[in-house]
């Protein structure tokens, strides 16, 4: 059986064949999209420039040149240059590694806090879903980019102070999904027939 007939088989085996096979699905419905894989391309394509940025032949992105100025692109400056004379290309690569660190650091810190308040709140109910569900509300029923520049002004500028206050306005969504998907685990007859099993164990 070749890797392509193992990953579509119908009657998997295991539980890993079956979630491998559902992935290698969704990647064919994926790479059949034209546009979808034009896309992902560009994005590889980005990562990759941001994460050589340092080796590449680029430009300096501070350095100015005021003689050169709103270039048109050309064999110079292959993307042109800004009003100050600095490399376009060179500055979008540059950029890019600090937009990529921001957002990976991000996602580090918003999903474990948001699966967290999430999952506490669909298991505990009573109080503590009101109380983290209201707090939660709380973030959401502000702007999310002025509730940031609202975190940042409250502690020293710099860019873990745009991390931590991305984080802080980032996580309710995913709390809110954490706790639908608790509530619906909870509420399975395969929960409540454990759940009397254990209480019959108990009262035997």
Do not use: C
């Not at 699905?25 to 999209?33: G, I, K």
């Not at 991000?106 to 298991?123: D, K, Q, R």
């Amino acid at each position: 059986m070749t890797a392509r007939q193992w990953l579509l088989t119908d009657t998997p085996a295991s539980r890993r064949q079956a979630s491998m096979g559902h992935w290698y699905r969704n990647w064919l419905a994926f790479r059949r999209n034209p546009l979808a894989m034009i896309g992902l391309a560009i994005v590889v394509l980005l990562i990759v420039v941001a994460a050589l940025a340092p080796v590449l032949p680029l430009q300096s992105p501070t350095a100015q040149a005021l003689a050169s100025r709103l270039q048109p692109p050309g064999p110079g400056h292959w993307l042109g240059t800004d009003e100050l004379g600095r490399d376009i290309l060179s500055r979008i690569a540059f950029g890019a590694r600090i937009t990529l660190t921001i957002v990976i650091m991000v996602v580090v810190i918003v999903v474990p806090i948001g699966l967290i308040v999430g999952t506490v709140s669909g298991y505990a109910g009573g109080v503590v879903d009101v109380v983290l569900m209201r707090i939660t509300d709380i973030f959401l029923a502000f702007p999310r980019l002025v509730l940031a520049l609202a975190f940042v002004a409250a502690i020293k500028p710099g860019l873990e102070s745009a991390i931590i206050a991305i984080a802080l306005t980032s996580w309710p969504p995913y709390a809110r999904i954490a706790r639908a998907e608790t509530l619906t685990f909870r509420n399975a007859d395969f929960v409540k027939a454990a759940r009397r099993l254990k209480s019959l164990a108990t009262g035997a």
